[in-house]
């Protein structure tokens, strides 16, 4: 069969074109998703992404925004952006490690002593060469957003103790690292992707799950979790990628546009999980959740011993604890 040679003229890529003042000016439109919905931390900050590109390039670029993994969970996003199919996407470490083993090491529970220790390793020397390996994995890696402090929830009972843990079936992100720790508390673990996870709460096929409290409201968890323990186990790193030849492809200029978009969306994003860490607990109070707001962390933490040894053997004790200390 024949193609008209007026259609087959059309380039395959996406253009739309506006109208300036006297010139018609090609505007390209790329995607960029997150799993959790629009009202919260991630949406804030891809939001804040697509309206600084668009300004920041004088809207030569535009960022359609897909919220509530209605382009795929987190573990497809990231196969996604890899593969070019979609150029960006803003999403929680979870599944990186599957991409860039070296990311693995900020995975790791009580790592961190707070989200200020956590910024300050990510946007210093330490967070800013983890972004380069992501390089060779064909995703140029934009900025360190952030997901929060995990915390845990479930059906069954008030969790005041690690013992209390045991025997708990809970979701966890598909990251080996957070598995093994989870395994350490005498947890069952269940990676699943999020997308699934309001539904594996509501039917009982898992007691429980951990996420930062910006999730659990989000996700509207308190409608299928009774109890939450600020356990504050993790921090979750989250992570603007965008697939590297579309990157490459930038002009120098445009290249800085979008990092400067991503440091400023990462402004609105940390903003607001802040926002969500003042006000969580009452609000899911009010909404008839139980919260342990005060366990005793110390007895958590050690009863992951035996698990950072290995942690330690895997990743280098140097190496953990140059994040540990850093200043
Ligand atoms: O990035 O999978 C998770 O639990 C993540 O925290 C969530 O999708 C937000």
Redesign the pocket.
Known sequence: MKFPARLAAIPAIALAFSFGVGAVQAQTAMKIS???GQNSH?GVGIDTFAREVEKRTGGRYKVQTFYSGSLGG?RESIEAVQLGTQELTL??T?PVPNFVPAARILDIPFLFRDKAHARAVLDGPIGQEMLKEFEPKGFKALAWAE?GIRHMTNSKRAVNAPEDLKGLKMRT?ENPVHVAAYKGFGIITTPMA?PE?FTALQQGTVDG?E??LS?IMAAKFEQVQKHLTLTGHVY?P?IFLMNKAAFDKLSAADKQAFLDAAKEATRANRARVDEDDTKGVAELRAKGMQVVENPDKARFQAALAPVYADFEKQFGKANIDRIRNFK
């Open positions: 997150i799993s959790v991630q987190e999403t929680s979870g997901n992100m999020f996870v799950q996420n930062p999730v979750s989250a």
